[in-house]
Nanobody
Framework: QVPLVASGGGLAQTGGSPRLSCAASGGISDSISVGWYRQAPGKQRELVAQITNGSTTTYAESVKCRLTISRDNAKNTVYLQMNTLKPEDTAVYYC????????????WGQGTQVTVSS
């Protein structure tokens, strides 16, 4: 298991730039692939950003150019920088570890709520 704690959510204004954090007590390294997901009310959970164990980043089309995923191995943390927030970004945001080295895994954090006021 890789315990994950997501934080940084809250109430934000349209156009705001909050940064979400996903802290892994088991450690974050370049060998770990991590994704940020979100689930809006009444909708399915969707992948919005991912950083692979090769440090390749990918984004959902709906958030491309507005969200940036990054990691700080020294702080055991993966970040999701959110820019130019829109009301439709309102959701619970989750981080998930999907791969450690060559091993596929499925570890989820508890989620952090982001609410964007218009």
């Amino acid at each position: 298991q890789v315990p994950l704690v997501a934080s940084g959510g809250g109430l934000a204004q349209t156009g705001g730039s909050p940064r979400l954090s996903c802290a892994a007590s088991g450690g974050i390294s370049d060998s770990i692939s991590v994704g940020w997901y979100r689930q809006a009310p009444g909708k399915q959970r969707e992948l919005v950003a991912q950083i692979t164990n090769g440090s390749t980043t990918t984004y959902a089309e709906s958030v491309k150019c507005r969200l940036t995923i990054s990691r700080d191995n020294a702080k055991n943390t993966v970040y999701l920088q959110m820019n130019t927030l829109k009301p439709e970004d309102t959701a619970v945001y989750y981080c998930r570890v999907t791969q450690i080295g060559g091993r596929l895994v499925n570890y989820w954090g508890q989620g952090t709520q982001v609410t964007v006021s218009s």
